[in-house]
T-cell receptor, first 111, second 118 residues
Framework: KAGVTQTPRYLIKTRGQQVTLSCSPI?????VSWYQQTPGQGLQFLFE???????NKGNFPGRFSGRQFSNSRSEMNVSTLELGDSALYLC??????????FGPGTRLTVL | AQSVTQLDSHVSVSEGTPVLLRCNYS??????LFWYVQHPNKGLQLLLK??????LVKGINGFEAEFKKSETSFHLTKPSAHMSDAAEYFC????????????????FGRGTQLTVWP
C-alpha cells in the first residue's frame, strides 16, 4: 500500500497570506489527524477528522481550519499567516486499532 | 488528562552498547502507548505500541519497551546500538479508545535525541 502523502513538501509564504496543505491517507483509513511540529513547542495536535467530521480539536486559534472529503483526503488551511506559524505540519492516518501512520510533512516557512 | 515526560532530552551511546530512553506517562484511562522515531527531515515512524496486551512489547529494528503500570513508565531499550539508530525518539500516549472507533489525538513527549558514537 502507498503511504500517507502530503503536498506540497515545502512552502514559503509571507505574513498575512493564507495557505492550504493537503494530505492523502493510506487507502482504507478513514481517520486523518494533523500535527504541528516546532522546535519550541514540539509536536502539538491540531485536529482530527473521521468520515468528513471533525471529531477532535487542539488548542489552536480559529485561523487554523481543516476539512475532510468523502474519499478521506484532508486539507488544512491557515489564514492570516504569522511568523510563528513556521513549522513542519504532519498528517497521520489511522486504522481501527489506533495505529497512526505519518506522512513526510509539509515544511512551511513564513517570512 | 494524558501527558508524557521524556526524562532525557539527549542520550549519547557508543555503537554496540545498550540504549535506554526513559518515558513516564500520565493517563486517566488504561493507556495506549507508542514510541515513534524521526530521522532528520523525515516523518515519524512507529517503532512499537502497547495496547494492554503483553507488557513487554517488541518493535522494529531490535527495540523493545516494557509497560510498568506501578511506575507509570514505558522505557525504550535496545541491547546494541547501531549508527543508523541516531535520530529523535518520541514517547506518545493516546486519547481514549472507544470500542469500534478511534479517537486520533496523540500526546507527544518533547523527544529524546539519540547520538551514536562510532
Amino acid at each position: 500500500k502507498a503511504g500517507v502523502t502530503q503536498t506540497p513538501r515545502y512552502l514559503i509564504k509571507t505574513r498575512g497570506q493564507q495557505v492550504t496543505l493537503s494530505c492523502s491517507p493510506i487507502s482504507g483509513h478513514r481517520s486523518v489527524s494533523w500535527y504541528q511540529q516546532t522546535p519550541g513547542q514540539g509536536l502539538q495536535f491540531l485536529f482530527e477528522y473521521f468520515s468528513e467530521t471533525q471529531r477532535n480539536k487542539g488548542n489552536f486559534p480559529g485561523r487554523f481550519s481543516g476539512r475532510q472529503f468523502s474519499n478521506s483526503r484532508s486539507e488544512m488551511n491557515v489564514s492570516t499567516l504569522e511568523l510563528g506559524d513556521s513549522a513542519l505540519y504532519l498528517c497521520a492516518s489511522s486504522t481501527r486499532d489506533h495505529e497512526q501512520f505519518f506522512g513526510p510533512g509539509t515544511r512551511l516557512t513564513v517570512l | 488528562a494524558q501527558s508524557v515526560t521524556q526524562l532525557d532530552s539527549h542520550v549519547s551511546v557508543s555503537e554496540g552498547t545498550p540504549v535506554l530512553l526513559r518515558c513516564n506517562y500520565s493517563s486517566s484511562y488504561s493507556p495506549s502507548l507508542f514510541w515513534y522515531v524521526q530521522h532528520p527531515n523525515k516523518g515519524l515512524q512507529l517503532l512499537l505500541k502497547y495496547t494492554s496486551a503483553a507488557t513487554l512489547v517488541k518493535g522494529i529494528n531490535g527495540f523493545e519497551a516494557e509497560f510498568k503500570k506501578s511506575e507509570t513508565s514505558f522505557h525504550l531499550t535496545k541491547p546494541s546500538a547501531h549508527m543508523s539508530d541516531a535520530a529523535e525518539y518520541f514517547c506518545v500516549v493516546s486519547d481514549k479508545i472507544v470500542r469500534g472507533s478511534t479517537l486520533g489525538r496523540l500526546y507527544f513527549g518533547r523527544g529524546t535525541q539519540l547520538t551514536v558514537w562510532p
